[in-house]
């Protein structure tokens, strides 16, 4: 893998910069959530960390670090938060404190740069020898937000290879939510880091930022960060085409219909969740099917049922699915509409 080599000066015990080079096609995010930061990518992401980390692990000399700075760095894909550069920095020799954060982010790279080869020999082989960690093992390391930027700085290069290995080893195809992830340290009542992968990643990004742009067009746009990020969630659910899907919402102290879910479900006659769990998914559904409302598919089924067992909708298993669809049976022929009969013009006989 070619990367870019940067010669630093005045960050203190930093003299070598890594980049990856104009061009690369791998975009990260980070984001804290639930007290844990993340690293936010696709699978091709995923790789591209596993490969920088494996190589790392075999840095020998003192003051060298891998930065992503904005160039490689996209929006969180949720609410389109702004991501920190991210830093992984090799902590068995070299020292990257607040200090050489600080720095760094200050710090105008010099002329001095050039093109390395950044070899992840035995990668690969390490792959397809060790099988996949069974529960926590300890990994020591520090994963820390230091005066803006993502430090991600394994003790060992042991751990490094461990992190480089989780990276390498994430599928966002094996689960039917379309997403993987790997912590990055040992459960001790929560976590420090975690990796996580979408496969829609730049999908949702692009979705986040037409919602944000919406929500701050507004006139009455909030102010407060915290009341923007849910503006924009909701906002990128109609953006998705999704609104209706949220069955449940909270409003106050209860559980209601969604705004949206309301406005669909009406039309077969359900005005709240306890005419719902009467009709059940499957008459409901029905319904709503012979009433052709617009924007329904079997999305909707699922939710409906996700709504009335406490799960989400992605999460209903295929048996489960398969019995939904027995129950409904096939779709009715469509309606007969007489068809439109082409008259030509009269034509004034002239005489």
């Known amino acids: 893998m070619k990367l870019h080599r940067h010669a ?122 060790t099988e996949p960690a069974t529960g926590y093992q300890r990994v020591r390391g520090d994963i820390s937000r230091r005066r803006g930027l993502l430090v991600l700085s394994p003790a060992t290069p042991d751990d490094a290879r461990r992190w480089a290995l989780d990276a390498a080893r994430l599928d966002s195809s094996d689960s039917g939510y379309g997403t993987d992830h790997t912590y990055l340290d040992e459960w001790d009542h929560g976590h420090d880091g975690e990796i996580q992968i979408f496969r829609r990643f730049r999908e949702m990004t692009s979705v986040a930022r037409q919602a944000r742009a919406q929500v701050l067009g507004r006139a009455d746009a909030p102010t407060d960060p915290e009341a923007v990020r849910v503006a924009v969630w909701d906002e990128a659910e109609k953006v998705r085409g999704e609104a209706h899907l949220r069955i449940r919402e909270w409003r106050g102290a209860e559980q209601v219909l969604g705004a949206a879910a309301a406005d669909m479900l009406a039309r077969a006659e359900v005005r709240s969740l306890d005419d719902l769990a009467e009709l059940g998914a499957v008459e409901t559904y029905r319904r709503l099917r012979a009433a052709e409302a617009p924007g329904l598919t079997l999305e909707m089924l699922w939710a409906i049922e996700g709504a009335l067992t406490g799960r989400d909708r992605r999460s209903i298993d295929q048996d489960r699915r398969r019995a939904l669809l027995a129950e409904l049976g096939p779709d009715p022929e469509p309606k007969s509409r007489p068809r439109r009969r082409h008259r030509a013009p009269i034509r004034p006989i002239r005489r």
């Open 8 to 129: 630093v000066r005045g960050v203190r015990g930093v003299r070598t910069v890594i980049t990856p080079r104009p061009g690369t096609h791998a975009r990260f995010s980070t984001n804290r959530f639930h007290d844990t930061w993340h690293v936010l990518s696709d699978d091709r992401g995923a790789r591209m960390l596993a490969r920088l980390l494996w190589g790392l692990s075999f840095q020998a000399r003192p003051g060298t670090v891998v930065l992503l700075d904005r160039e490689f760095l996209t929006p969180t894909p949720f609410d389109a938060d702004p991501a920190d550069p991210i830093v992984l920095a090799p902590g068995w020799c070299t020292r990257f404190d607040d200090q050489a954060a600080a720095q760094l982010k200050r710090v105008v790279r010099s002329d001095d740069s050039a093109t390395v080869r950044w070899h992840t020999f035995g990668l690969e082989q390490a792959l397809t020898a």
